[in-house]
């Protein structure tokens, strides 16, 4: 391997790291929701949606 290319090799590794590392803001937010079809009522959802966005991870992730 030379060492022009020795730099290249590092700053593709990095970049693909960086592709893994991911930060999400979640709110979690009361609302009016009638999921029964029996009247309103005051719910917790998170993201502000009812049905609530999919939360998903790896092992070793962190929440």
Do not use: E
Request: positive net charge; contains cysteine; aromatic residues 8%.
């Amino acid at each position: 391997m030379s060492l022009t290319s020795k730099p290249c090799v590092f700053l593709i590794l990095t970049s693909a790291a960086c592709l893994y590392a991911k930060s999400v803001s979640l709110s979690i937010v009361n609302t009016q929701l009638n999921p029964d079809g029996f009247g309103s009522r005051s719910t917790v959802v998170g993201g502000g949606t009812f049905p609530r966005p999919l939360i998903s991870g790896n092992k070793g992730d962190n929440f």
